[in-house]
């Protein structure tokens, strides 16, 4: 079980949210502190694409937002989480908060080289390497889908 634990979010997936806040209150311990982390860019065209060219004050707010909505909906009633809404280059933000909280163990999720969130095989490599801390990188939930929805395939095709 891990005291801190650092999960970094994708605040506009709730399938990917679920499932990433499942995992990260299996592996905290019962008096462990859960922190929840997105970045963004604060110029133009941002980190993610509902965040418009508005000030990096809105988009902030609007990150934490969302992150708050996530964890009204699927965190347990008996856990808490803090929220950090980060501007700036994902794996620095992610590596710097890490040691800054003094982390024990930071999860990921990776997507590859699709989906909307540029958490992607850059970031997610800068991170393993760089963190201070153990890094788990979950599957992509599009990839477990996938690999059900082809499984489902070689059944129905052996009939």
Same mark, same amino acid.
């Given at each position: ?79 808490? =989480?803090?929220?950090?809404? +980060?501007?700036?280059? /994902?794996? !620095? @933000?992610?590596?710097?908060?890490? *040691?800054?909280? &003094? $982390? ?26 760089? =963190?201070?801390?153990?890094? +788990?990188?979950?599957? /992509?939930? !599009? @990839?477990?889908?996938?690999?059900? *929805?082809?499984? &489902? $395939? ?6």
């Amino acid at each position: 079980m891990y005291q801190k634990l650092l999960l970094a979010i994708d605040p506009e997936d709730d399938g990917e949210g679920k499932c990433a806040i499942a995992a990260a209150v299996e592996l905290l311990a019962d008096n462990g502190e859960l922190h929840l982390a997105s970045v963004f860019h604060p110029g133009g065209g941002g980190f993610f694409p509902h965040v418009t060219d508005e000030a990096p004050q809105e988009k902030e707010a609007e990150v934490r937002k969302t992150l708050d909505l996530l964890v009204r909906k699927y965190l347990p009633m008996d856990r808490t =989480a803090t929220l950090h809404a +980060l501007a700036g280059n /994902a794996g !620095e @933000k992610l590596v710097g908060l890490a *040691a800054q909280l &003094g $982390a024990d163990l930071m999860i990921l999720v990776s997507r590859g080289s699709s989906g909307r969130w540029p958490l992607r095989r850059a970031t997610v490599e800068y991170v393993a390497v760089n =963190a201070p801390c153990r890094v +788990l990188v979950l599957p /992509a939930m !599009e @990839k477990q889908q996938d690999a059900q *929805a082809d499984e &489902g $395939a070689k059944h129905d095709g052996g009939r």
